[in-house]
């Protein structure tokens, strides 16, 4: 069982950068494989970063290749998502899952996952 709290979202220009954070509570943090999603009014949600146990592996949906980059601290039970060169288009609810997973496990997938946080707005203006 993680229970997971996201923060540092917030209302940012266009070109702008945000760092989000999620902090996980439970001792196994470092055996979960974490994700980051979003999801806009009146859209699905999907998927947007994800990152191994480890730290070593990292995947991205195309939208933010290049412009995000996810990242975790192990000893903090945290888990990041720095946003740069942000577009009105990443206006979002931003938030965190969890799944216990081995080295080489990925999903795409939300219902993959089995832990989400509350969820932290991104707004970026134009």
């Known amino acids: 069982q993680v229970q997971l709290v996201e923060s540092g979202g917030g209302l940012v220009q266009a070109g702008g950068s945000l760092r989000l954070s999620c902090a996980a509570s439970?001792?196994?943090?470092?055996?979960?494989?974490m994700g980051w999603f979003r999801q806009a009014p009146g859209k699905e949600r999907e998927f947007v970063a994800t990152i191994s146990w480890s730290g070593v592996s990292t995947y991205y949906a195309d939208s933010v290749k290049g412009r995000f980059t996810i990242s975790r601290d192990n000893a903090k039970n945290t888990v990041y998502l720095q946003m740069n060169s942000l577009k009105p288009e990443d206006t979002a609810v931003y938030y965190c899952?969890?799944?216990?997973?081995?080295?080489?496990?990925?999903?795409?997938?939300?219902?993959?996952?089995?832990?989400w946080g509350q969820g932290t707005q991104v707004t970026v203006s134009s």
């Open positions: 439970g001792r196994t943090f470092s055996r979960y494989v």
């Open positions: 899952a969890a799944h216990p997973a081995g080295s080489s496990w990925h999903s795409y997938a939300p219902e993959d996952y089995d832990y």
